[in-house]
Structure formats: C-alpha cells, structure tokens
C-alpha cells in the first residue's frame, strides 16, 4: 500500500536561515531519501516552495475565484513530501518517525489506490 509522509514546518525556517544551518537538514533528506530507494519503498519525493508561492482557486457562483497563498492561514505549512510503499500501516509509521527525527512535524497519510 502506498503512505504519503507530508512534512509540515514553519516557511521561515527555511527562507530566513542561513544555508549553512539549512546544510545539515538538507543532508539528512538525502540520506533519508536514499534509504527509501535502497530498500525499494520510495515512488516519489518533492520539496515544496514556501507558501506564499502558491495561489489557491475556488469556485465561487461557478467561477474560479484565485487567491495568493494557502489555503488556510496558518504558522505550519506543507513544505514537501515523500510518496511510499509499505507493507502496511506500522512500516510507514516506522519510516514517518525516521523522517520526524529531523523534520518538525510529519503526517502518515494512506493513500487510496485510483487505479
């Protein structure tokens, strides 16, 4: 079955740090990232832009209304994710908790198959 782990954070985090503070992080997404080919689980993987890059469209009297930002106002976004193959539940709880050692907050997210 395949898990979404959706990484949450604050956007200034990574835009006001400097890059040497970011470097570390960074290296433990590779390694992260890494592990996951290498045992085969990873489908996908990708890093956000900070919210203020995203535009939200709604439908309003039907027409799309388009708004700067997320959808919700809030101190945590989205920041990226990582799309897995797991046995089941307790597997990708396993890898979410590796990927929250270094990340703030993550979310496991099953993901229903469309196909």
């Known amino acids: 079955m395949r898990y979404m782990l959706v990484i949450y954070g604050n956007d200034e985090d990574w835009t006001q740090r400097p890059a040497e503070e970011l470097a570390p992080v960074i290296a433990e997404h590779e390694s992260f990232g890494e592990a996951l080919?290498?045992?085969?689980?990873?489908?996908?993987?990708?890093a956000l832009y900070p919210s203020s890059t995203?535009?939200?469209?709604r439908m309003k009297d039907g027409e799309p209304?388009?708004?700067d930002g997320p959808y919700l106002e809030s101190k945590e976004q989205i920041g990226g994710f990582y799309l897995i193959e797991a046995a089941d539940l307790?597997?990708?709880?396993?890898w979410g908790?590796?990927?929250?050692?270094?990340?703030?907050?993550?979310s496991v997210w099953p993901?229903?198959?469309?196909e």
Do not use: C, H, P
């Not at 080919?37 to 990708?46: F, P, Q």
């Not at 307790?90 to 396993?94: F, K, P, T, V």
């Open 90 to 94: 307790d597997e990708a709880l396993e």
């Open 65 to 67: 209304l388009l708004t």
């Open 54 to 57: 995203a535009t939200t469209v």
């Open 111 to 114: 993901v229903i198959n469309m």
């Open 37 to 46: 080919r290498n045992a085969g689980k990873l489908v996908a993987s990708e």
């Open 97 to 106: 908790k590796r990927l929250a050692s270094f990340e703030d907050t993550v």
